[in-house]
Each structure stands twice: as structure tokens, then as C-alpha cells.
């Protein structure tokens, strides 16, 4: 697998939206199956974000998140996107993308947990401001 790339971040107002896009994986139903999206913001631990497991194309959300970001799968592109919509100012955080191997769509959801893939990004930089 190789280095994976993110990009789209930048400066927004409470309330607005960015998308998030992360390219470099290949995708394969028996290893690199699970993506995820984790941010970090300053002075906290790392958070997972969103993941997808994309054998059955399956969803998971951190709650603070839920109804406001969404991860999808473009495998032709080789793209994993996270649309974050009516975002506000505690979204503030470098945001990773990373992408490995999980048997089923809830060892994919558990890495929101133990962020437990193979390969990361270097991040893209996300700021809400208020």
C-alpha cells in the first residue's frame, strides 16, 4: 500500500461545508477493505471520525458527527471523500485519512476506536471559525 494523500482543507465560518478527499489506496475486498477518517485537534487525543467498510458498503460515525459528515467511496478513482456539512468551530483539527484490513463492517467501525489501519496520510488542516 502506499502513502496516502488528503487534501481539501482550509478555513470556514460556523454553519458552512468542505469536502475532504484522500487518494492512494488500492482497494481490495480481502485487504485493504476499511477506510477511515480521524482528526486531531490541539492539545487532544486523536478522534475517529468516520469509517467505511467497503465490501458492503457500510457506514460508521463518531456521535459527534452523526447526521453532518459523510464518507464515500469512489474505488474507480481510487477516493475516499468526507463531506462535512454545518460545521462548527470544536471540527477545528488535522484531519487523516487511513485505510487497512478489517474481517467484517464492525471490526471496520471499531477502528474508529483503536485506529487500528495499516496507512495513513499526512493530513489536511481543517479551521472552523465562529
Known amino acids: 500500500e502506499g502513502q496516502l494523500e488528503e487534501s481539501g482543507g482550509g478555513s470556514v465560518q460556523a454553519g458552512g461545508s468542505l469536502t475532504l478527499s484522500c487518494v492512494g489506496y488500492?482497494?481490495?475486498?480481502?485487504?485493504?477493505?476499511?477506510m477511515g477518517w480521524f482528526r486531531q485537534a490541539p492539545g487532544k487525543e486523536r478522534e475517529g471520525v468516520a469509517a467505511?467498510?467497503?465490501?458492503?458498503?457500510?457506514?460508521y460515525y463518531a456521535d459527534s458527527v452523526k447526521g453532518r459528515f459523510t464518507i464515500s467511496q469512489d474505488n474507480a478513482k481510487k477516493m475516499v471523500d468526507l463531506q462535512m456539512n454545518s460545521l462548527k468551530p470544536e471540527d477545528t483539527a488535522m484531519y487523516y485519512c487511513?485505510?487497512?484490513?478489517?474481517?467484517?463492517?464492525?471490526?471496520?467501525?471499531?477502528?474508529?476506536?483503536?485506529?487500528?489501519?495499516?496507512?495513513w496520510g499526512q493530513g489536511t488542516l481543517v479551521t472552523v471559525s465562529s
Open positions: 487511513a485505510a487497512g484490513r478489517a474481517y467484517s463492517g464492525s471490526s471496520c467501525g471499531y477502528t474508529l476506536q483503536d485506529a487500528a489501519l495499516d496507512t
Open positions: 488500492t482497494y481490495s475486498s480481502y485487504s485493504t477493505n476499511c
Open positions: 467505511l467498510f467497503a465490501p458492503l458498503g457500510t457506514t
